[in-house]
């Protein structure tokens, strides 16, 4: 059986005299958009692309390059000038570069122009993907998407954990042309959303890979790119370093007949000659030396990264209780709230930002006076690859037992410089902290989920040879968070596995070893 007309006057479709068709009617239709991913063919042309330096020279339509005057983006980043022209020119690309903006644009910009080649509306649903690990990377993806997209008649749009599913539902019914996703809410639409069409996607990029099996989403996404059509589609993988991770998801997702790998030098590596300092102190003094630090210096501009929204939301409301003004980015926040709050401190001069870990990875950081790493970084190669993302003097807080994560520095060829916060310069608010949280409920609340938060993160560390929660004194953690005795909090002590509820066997749960089941 041969496919409709596409023309108007076409009423009836042609079936050849003497043969019987089994094919089954779609359900839907919908136009399928066949054109060839490859949007630069002639050979003059993916020459002069080869040695472009400048979005100018990429040869891009003028909706596009306007976008990217109007963004001031005009000199190729070096992870633009090898991802671009290989994605243009209708390659697939492996890449291992810093994450931030210029990241992000080095595949959105030719995903803009697979759109335009393709002609896509929105019936077509969805012709450009990007998986990312989190709401904070999604927000900003999104918002640099739709300065991108401004003069065209294509759509864009984001779904994530959080928002409403709903409405999230609804947009992917009308057409979304160009989708920023997270794993989890992704699949479900996937599953759920009869009007979500994503077959026709022409470019696929997957944001930060090795986050994904840090956060524990890579099940997540295997499950989903084996859904989406490698049949005529562009994919990028984009990873921080070089993993197993990174090249595991490369191989599910990329076409290995024409795979090309990019690495840029790493920020970090070419800052690596720059001394990381960090300061030893015992758990029930860190809270007394940051309160001190950001008092010395509260003419600075300093960002504090912890580990964990509650451990910001705590450190924030009793630092400005104290009168140590600090502002704070974290999950737990309004997106325009963490958008507002991130472009003031981006504007001002002077002051401090307390903010996750977890935002970080989404935001272009600006130049300070000071970087603090208050808690235990989540990983060491991480942590390593990530200090090109911080523009300022390097500071971090290791406890007496974790002395050994500085050797591990070391040993990469990164000089270390330790400094010393002289005992009698710290500012003593232990009393009035313990009052305080003793007082004032919300504090107090904040305080226990802030303690809670810090040994689980501590209890879970994938380097358990370093952060080793058996050698914790609680005692001394608990005085950090104001309280003269560790309150009773329940803490995990193995990594939950996401379950399928839909796959949930059936029949009653097998009684836990040791544990006798009630008659």
């Not at 990217?68 to 390659?91: C, E, K, M, V």
């Not at 380097?463 to 968070?481: E, N, P, R, Y």
């Amino acid at each position: 059986m041969s496919k409709p007309s596409d023309s108007a006057g076409s009423k009836k479709r042609k079936i050849d005299s003497g043969k019987t068709s089994t094919t089954k009617k779609p359900r839907t239709v919908q136009k399928k958009v066949e054109a060839p991913t490859t949007i630069v063919t002639d050979d003059a042309t993916k020459a002069a692309l080869s040695v472009a330096t400048t979005f100018a020279e990429l040869n891009l339509s003028e909706p596009l390059q306007k976008s990217l005057n109007g963004q001031d983006a005009t000199i190729l980043a070096p992870i633009q000038r090898q991802a671009i022209p290989a994605l243009l020119t209708g390659q697939d690309v492996v890449a291992v570069s810093d994450s931030g903006r210029d990241a992000m644009l080095s595949f959105l910009v030719p995903a803009v122009a697979i759109l335009e080649k393709h002609k896509f509306s929105s019936r077509h649903g969805t012709g450009a993907l990007v998986i990312v690990p989190s709401r904070e990377t999604a927000i900003e993806m999104s918002k640099i998407a739709s300065e991108l997209l401004e003069g065209t008649t294509h759509s864009s749009g984001m779904i994530m954990d959080g928002a409403n599913k709903s409405t999230e539902a609804e947009k992917l019914e009308r057409g979304i042309n160009l989708l920023i996703a997270t794993p989890d809410r992704l699949l479900a639409h996937i599953k759920e959303t009869i009007g979500f069409t994503f077959k026709n996607t022409k470019a696929l990029c997957i944001y930060d890979a090795g986050a994904f099996a840090t956060l524990g989403l890579e099940k997540t996404l295997r499950d989903i790119l084996p859904r989406l059509s490698k049949k005529q589609r562009l994919t990028m993988v984009l990873g921080t370093s070089q993993s197993d991770e990174l090249n595991s998801i490369a191989q599910l997702a990329c076409r290995a007949s024409a795979l090309k790998e990019c690495t840029e030098v790493s920020a970090a590596i070419e800052e690596s000659k720059e001394p990381q300092g960090y300061v030893t102190v015992d758990a029930d003094k860190r809270f007394l030396l940051l309160n001190s630090f950001l008092k010395k210096f509260q003419q600075k501009k300093i960002i504090v990264v912890m580990s964990s929204t509650a451990s910001v939301q705590y450190h924030a409301e009793a630092l400005n209780r104290l009168n140590t003004p600090v502002s704070e980015v974290h999950g737990g926040q309004n997106a325009k709230i963490r958008a507002a709050t991130f472009a003031r401190f981006v504007k001002e001069t002077e002051g401090t930002l307390i903010i996750t870990d977890e935002a970080t990875r989404s935001l272009e950081m600006p130049t300070v006076d000071w970087v603090i790493q208050y808690d235990p970084p989540r990983s060491i190669k991480d942590f390593i690859q990530r200090r090109g993302a911080f523009k300022g003097r390097a500071v971090l807080f290791v406890q007496p037992s974790e002395i050994a994560f500085v050797e591990e520095l070391k040993k990469t060829g990164i000089v270390t410089e330790e400094f010393d916060f002289p005992k009698k310069a710290l500012i003593n608010v232990q009393k009035q902290l313990e009052k305080l949280v003793k007082t004032v409920y919300e504090l107090h609340c904040t305080a226990k989920d802030g303690f809670r938060s810090f040994l689980q993160e501590y209890n879970l560390h994938p380097d358990s040879q370093i952060f080793d929660a058996t050698t914790l004194d609680v005692t001394k953690v608990a005085k950090t968070f104001g309280f003269d005795m560790p309150p009773r909090v329940d803490v995990r002590t193995v990594v939950e596995e996401k379950v399928d509820k839909a796959a949930r066997p059936y029949g009653p749960a097998k009684a836990s070893e040791g544990v006798r089941r009630k008659a």
